[in-house]
């Protein structure tokens, strides 16, 4: 247990859909990052947030958005779903003094645009 | 920019033999180096890491990890192999936005 936690686990939605990932960092961890997995694409980095200020932005596209609360949980919104949108999104946080990219992984949400 | 690559995709080993895992990366800087494994339905778990220091380190699991600058490369190992090794491995660059490799997926024969 990473001390990531994420839900839904599972979502399966239609096209044209918006929804909502939730991510919990571990307890004390400032940094909150985004990743999708893709067959297609593999491990994305998306966006990452720190003491909720966007740090970095990665291959997220414009339908998505992110943001990170000051309770330090971190939600992303995915909308007008596209089939290519089915993946698994990986939520991870690091150490608040880390810059050396020791990340702690969630276990995904499994998303499926039908 | 910074990048990764794992050669092999999938590798089939037999349960107490050895194991290599090759990674190759592109980094404008000294890089940190990062294995991560992903077992079935799961997240990523760091395996092991590299800083700076002693080319050579030890992760959990009974896995190391050589960084060869002069190859470009961070190679994971491990002498014996358990059937509870089977999962996907991932090689990684970065500071604090990580890239990733395609991974490779080891299989254990018993």
């Known amino acids: 247990d990473s001390g990531v936690t994420q839900t839904p686990k599972h979502l399966i939605t239609a096209t044209g859909q918006r929804v909502t990932l939730r991510c919990s960092p571990r307890s004390g961890d400032l940094s909150v990052y985004w990743y999708q997995q893709s067959l297609d694409q593999g491990l994305q980095f998306l966006i990452q947030y720190y003491n909720g200020e966007e740090r970095a932005k990665g291959n997220i596209l414009e339908r998505f958005s992110a943001q990170q609360f000051p309770d330090l949980h971190s939600e992303l919104n995915l909308s007008s779903l596209e089939l290519g949108d089915s993946a698994l999104y990986f939520c991870a946080s690091s150490a608040p003094r880390s810059s050396t990219g020791e990340l702690f992984f969630g276990e995904g949400s499994r998303l499926t645009v039908l | 920019a910074q990048s990764v690559t794992q050669p092999d995709i999938h590798i089939t080993v037999s349960e107490g033999a050895s194991l290599e895992l090759r990674c190759n990366y592109s980094y404008g800087a000294t890089p940190y180096l990062f294995w991560y494994v992903q077992s079935p339905g799961q997240g990523l778990q760091l395996l092991l890491k590299?800083?700076?220091?002693?080319?050579l380190v030890q992760g959990i699991k009974g896995f190391e990890a050589e960084f060869k600058r002069s190859q470009s490369s961070f190679n994971l190992r491990k002498p014996s192999v358990h059937w509870s090794d089977a999962a996907e491995y991932f090689c990684?660059?970065?500071?604090?936005?990580?890239?990733f490799g395609a991974g490779t997926t080891v299989t254990v024969r018993a």
């Open positions: 990684a660059v970065g500071d604090y936005k990580l890239s």
């Open positions: 590299y800083f700076s220091g002693d080319t």
